[in-house]
């Protein structure tokens, strides 16, 4: 009997304790409204209900989450103990590729070992596997019957059940919680231990003023570029000129102008169609955009450069990739735009209409200067957004960590570097792959910044007209 099983039983059991719970709740509740204490039924049937299917499911799941961490140990020492001593494997490793040979035999995925001892050992492994998981079965349902038992004998149009179930509510929020932010503490120390170690062999000054970019190190020291060169200028710059640049010259007009007509100028019947089908280009995966850019884009933009005689236009651009960028980012500029311009009192704009202003002059002089910290805040947040983008530069945009303002050229960004420079089997104690964490501790103080300064200017925004 496998752990699913066992776990799919003990959650209908949990549902049947449920139901038998919230029945006790409501005729209790019944009983009293039905008696003499009208108004004295502290919690709702579903609390009642709630409370019962906790009390039979938390005991039984937190015993088969213990058994699932401590019984592959107990299962592998009564394996071994079977096999003769001298067909016993001995080390740690030995032990793991024996016991990958006994599973892969019982579950039926290979007929036989290299060890001829797993051969009887699996009947013993799948024998045992069997007994324990039942008997851990057995013992999780008894403390569910238990729980669930003692927690309908609780059940009373006085008891607080409701309370109860709140506390462990706000226990699962908080654990939750603590997750997410232990996961970010998590990612940062990490980022910053593994930049401290990169900086040791890499002087930092060299890392954020050089604009030489080439991370490639040979293994032995006698070879030609083994010290490699670590200037990020190029990289700092591609990234801005593709992300902050490029594609913002693509998104803001296009963004604002696509607000400015859904909340102003569009019937109500065009918007109800226009705005879900604007926003669907968000939905679409980034390397949809990277295959649009690189066999679509990209050839049409070389053209057009040899076509006005630049010579030197590369199949992989920096135009390229930012124009798709931007047309990627247009549904972040216009939804934060759309919403800041629909929050403008509609006091102002009658006030300006009624001044005699048209309904291009409101917009000019009222709403979008009213709007503009919403709109800024909209912009900045498409920029993260942009700087982060990957796919669509290394399918478009190159690898080459040129310092050009040539927007027909090939350039990169931080994170394109970072995925070529973790793709593959690495040395995580060579300068080139600690690289790869100082670009990204970068790339994450940037955003962060960003971030945090959009997130104010739309606090104030929102404090302004609440």
């Given at each position: 009997?496998?752990?699913?099983?066992?776990?799919?039983?003990?959650?209908?059991?949990?549902?049947?304790?449920?139901?038998?719970?919230?029945?006790?709740?409501?005729?209790?509740?019944?009983?009293?409204?039905?008696?003499?204490?009208?108004?004295?039924?502290?919690?709702?049937?579903?609390?009642?209900?709630?409370?019962?299917?906790?009390?039979?499911?938390?005991?039984?799941?937190?015993?088969?989450?213990?058994?699932?961490?401590?019984?592959?140990?107990?299962?592998?020492?009564?394996?071994?103990?079977?096999?003769?001593?001298?067909?016993?494997?001995?080390?740690?490793?030995?032990?793991?590729?024996?016991?990958?040979?006994?599973?892969?035999?019982?579950?039926?995925?290979?007929?036989?070992?290299?060890?001829?001892?797993?051969?009887?050992?699996?009947?013993?492994?799948?024998?045992?596997?069997?007994?324990?998981?039942?008997?851990?079965?057995?013992?999780?349902?008894?403390?569910?019957?238990?729980?669930?038992?003692?927690?309908?004998?609780?059940?009373?149009?006085?008891?607080?059940?409701?309370?109860?179930?709140?506390?462990?509510?706000?226990?699962?929020?908080?654990?939750?919680?603590?997750?997410?932010?232990?996961?970010?503490?998590?990612?940062?120390?990490?980022?910053?231990?593994?930049?401290?170690?990169?900086?040791?062999?890499?002087?930092?000054?060299?890392?954020?003023?050089?604009?030489?970019?080439?991370?490639?190190?040979?293994?032995?020291?006698?070879?030609?570029?083994?010290?490699?060169?670590?200037?990020?200028?190029?990289?700092?710059?591609?990234?801005?000129?593709?992300?902050?640049?490029?594609?913002?010259?693509?998104?803001?007009?296009?963004?604002?102008?696509?607000?400015?007509?859904?909340?102003?100028?569009?019937d109500p019947r065009v918007r109800k169609w226009l705005k879900p089908l604007l926003e669907i280009l968000a939905g679409v995966p980034t390397v949809v955009y990277g295959f649009f850019a690189a066999l679509t884009v990209a050839p049409a933009v070389r053209d057009f450069a040899l076509s006005i005689g630049i010579s030197s236009a590369s199949s992989e651009s920096a135009l390229a990739a930012g124009a798709v960028m931007g047309v990627m980012i247009i549904p972040f500029v216009s939804s934060m735009a759309d919403d800041a311009l629909t929050a403008v009192p509609q006091a102002m704009r009658d006030g300006s209409l009624a001044m005699g202003a048209t309904t291009s002059e409101t917009i000019r002089r009222v709403l979008v200067p009213a709007a503009l910290p919403g709109i800024v805040g909209g912009v900045l947040l498409a920029v993260s957004r942009a700087i982060g983008e990957t796919m669509i530069v290394v399918m478009a945009a190159g690898l080459a960590a040129n310092l050009?303002?040539?927007?027909?050229?090939?350039?990169?960004?931080?994170?394109?570097?970072?995925?070529?420079?973790?793709?593959?089997?690495?040395?995580?104690?060579?300068?080139?792959?600690?690289?790869?964490?100082?670009?990204?501790?970068?790339?994450?103080?940037?955003?962060?910044?960003?971030?945090?300064?959009?997130?104010?200017?739309?606090?104030?925004?929102?404090?302004?007209?609440?």
């Amino acid at each position: 009997m496998s752990l699913t099983f066992i776990t799919m039983l003990l959650i209908g059991l949990g549902l049947v304790a449920f139901m038998v719970g919230r029945s006790r709740g409501a005729f209790a509740g019944a009983v009293h409204h039905g008696g003499i204490e009208i108004g004295r039924v502290h919690s709702r049937p579903n609390y009642h209900a709630a409370f019962v299917g906790l009390c039979a499911l938390t005991p039984a799941l937190l015993l088969m989450l213990a058994w699932s961490i401590a019984g592959d140990r107990l299962v592998t020492g009564e394996v071994l103990a079977s096999v003769a001593a001298a067909e016993r494997p001995t080390t740690a490793l030995d032990v793991s590729a024996f016991m990958s040979e006994v599973k892969g035999i019982a579950s039926g995925d290979q007929e036989g070992g290299f060890n001829p001892a797993t051969g009887p050992a699996a009947k013993v492994y799948a024998d045992t596997v069997g007994t324990y998981n039942l008997i851990a079965g057995g013992i999780a349902a008894a403390l569910a019957a238990i729980g669930a038992i003692w927690a309908l004998s609780k059940v009373t149009p006085q008891f607080r059940a409701r309370n109860r179930v709140e506390v462990v509510v706000m226990g699962l929020l908080i654990i939750a919680s603590l997750v997410a932010v232990l996961t970010t503490l998590g990612i940062v120390l990490s980022l910053i231990f593994e930049s401290v170690r990169f900086f040791q062999k890499v002087s930092f000054l060299e890392f954020v003023t050089g604009t030489v970019w080439s991370p490639q190190t040979a293994l032995r020291a006698d070879q030609v570029g083994s010290s490699g060169a670590f200037g990020a200028v190029p990289l700092f710059w591609g990234t801005i000129f593709i992300g902050a640049i490029i594609a913002m010259i693509v998104a803001i007009p296009l963004g604002l102008m696509t607000a400015v007509y859904l909340t102003q100028y569009a019937d109500p019947r065009v918007r109800k169609w226009l705005k879900p089908l604007l926003e669907i280009l968000a939905g679409v995966p980034t390397v949809v955009y990277g295959f649009f850019a690189a066999l679509t884009v990209a050839p049409a933009v070389r053209d057009f450069a040899l076509s006005i005689g630049i010579s030197s236009a590369s199949s992989e651009s920096a135009l390229a990739a930012g124009a798709v960028m931007g047309v990627m980012i247009i549904p972040f500029v216009s939804s934060m735009a759309d919403d800041a311009l629909t929050a403008v009192p509609q006091a102002m704009r009658d006030g300006s209409l009624a001044m005699g202003a048209t309904t291009s002059e409101t917009i000019r002089r009222v709403l979008v200067p009213a709007a503009l910290p919403g709109i800024v805040g909209g912009v900045l947040l498409a920029v993260s957004r942009a700087i982060g983008e990957t796919m669509i530069v290394v399918m478009a945009a190159g690898l080459a960590a040129n310092l050009t303002a040539n927007p027909f050229q090939s350039v990169t960004t931080v994170t394109a570097q970072i995925v070529q420079l973790l793709t593959g089997d690495q040395e995580f104690d060579s300068a080139k792959t600690l690289s790869a964490f100082a670009l990204g501790l970068v790339l994450f103080v940037i955003t962060l910044c960003l971030n945090i300064y959009a997130l104010s200017v739309v606090k104030r925004y929102r404090e302004a007209y609440e």
